[in-house]
């Protein structure tokens, strides 16, 4: 039996808590707010984020730092903008070599790095790998059954994750390619919110499947530039992840997206998800890397544009549409395809 922290009690760390203690294992589920700690633990329910979901006697909800303390794990489920400074603050309870798993997806705006390379810059004593793939919380926490990635340049650490996060209900397939997982985990947050646009102004299926199909090829266009497996993007973290979270009534982004579409402010649409919106948090660093790499992601500026610069939703549309006549797939893609 292991001791594994949660860092992060909103609905995904609370759905992986549950699902880790259901696993066998000590589970520390850490909040930042001593209050929303104290009731949480008390109500043995998070019912401002997994409400339902009942918590088993071994998840000690705790707001203490120190607590994590001799964790044969840490998962860090806090906000990607938030990933820095969470793993600093963490730095005094950290050990050599620990394993440190990010569940959160997204791009660190400014420096342009993933995630887990924000983990090992910060912590560099310490061992990374994510998870990733198509797994809302509301569903975990349920038992239901689900599919995920764990990724990490270290096989060995890879192969940690799954065996700690496997079970019957939750099958973990491991993956070294983790520029490929993050890269398509984050990115697919924008084509979500483009897809709720859709949704929100009135298109039919027919335009969100163009959407996402195309969202993809974007997607792994800037993955295998930035030096991931073009193989990667077909899979869980890949279309995987971006057909649930385009779809779903679970999708936050996609929700964001809708009310966007529908005329509300970001300001506005924000307060009304009430929970984190990653694709809002990433849209600025995935411009930003398109233009450092050189890559065309037309869907991203139109998105990038709607976010920053008040485009018109049904504009954004219009511009995708009345773009340069194109192939499918240019020369150069097929290419990169093939290797």
């Known amino acids: 039996m292991s001791k594994i922290s949660v860092i992060g009690s909103g609905s995904w760390g609370t759905a992986l808590a549950v699902l880790l203690s259901k696993n066998g294992h000590n589970v520390i589920l850490w909040s930042r707010v001593k209050e929303k700690a104290k009731k949480i633990a008390e109500d043995k ?104 990635v764990a990724a990490s340049e270290s096989i060995e650490v890879a192969e940690e994750i799954q065996r700690m996060f496997m079970n019957p209900t939750f099958r973990v397939y491991t993956n070294t390619d983790i520029i ?16 709720g646009i859709s949704d929100g102004v009135g298109f039919g299926d027919n335009s969100k499947a163009a959407l996402m199909t195309r969202g993809i090829v974007e997607i792994s266009r800037l993955g295998v530039a930035m030096g991931g497996k073009a193989e990667t993007f077909s899979g869980l973290s890949g279309i995987g992840d971006l057909i649930v979270t385009c779809t779903s009534k679970h999708s936050r982004n996609r929700m964001a997206g809708i009310l966007l579409g529908k005329g509300m402010s970001l300001e506005e649409t924000l307060k009304e998800v009430h929970m984190v919106v990653e694709g809002v948090n990433t849209a600025k660093a995935a411009y930003d890397l398109s233009v450092k790499y050189n890559v065309n992601m037309p869907i991203t ?21 009345t773009r340069d006549k194109t192939a499918e797939y240019k020369v150069e893609d097929a290419i990169k395809i093939i290797k």
């Open 180 to 195: 490929g997982v993050e890269i398509g985990g984050a990115l697919k947050n924008l084509i979500a919110l483009a897809a």
């Open 45 to 148: 329910e998070n019912k401002e984020y997994l409400p339902g979901i009942i918590l088993s006697d071994n998840i000690n909800v705790t707001y203490r730092d120190s607590d994590i303390l001799k964790s044969n794990m840490i998962i860090l489920a806090v906000p990607s903008k938030a990933v820095r400074e969470t793993t600093k603050k963490f730095l005094p309870y950290l050990l050599e070599n620990q394993i440190i798993v990010n569940v959160a997806k997204g791009i660190e705006e400014g420096s342009l790095l993933r995630l887990s390379q924000v983990i090992k810059e910060t912590a560099p004593f310490c061992r990374v790998g994510v998870l990733s793939g198509p797994s809302h919380a509301e569903e975990v926490g349920k038992g239901m059954v689900a599919a995920c």
């Open 301 to 321: 500026k139109e998105i990038y544009d709607v976010l920053f610069f008040g485009q018109d939703t049904k504009q954004a549309v219009v511009n995708l549409m």
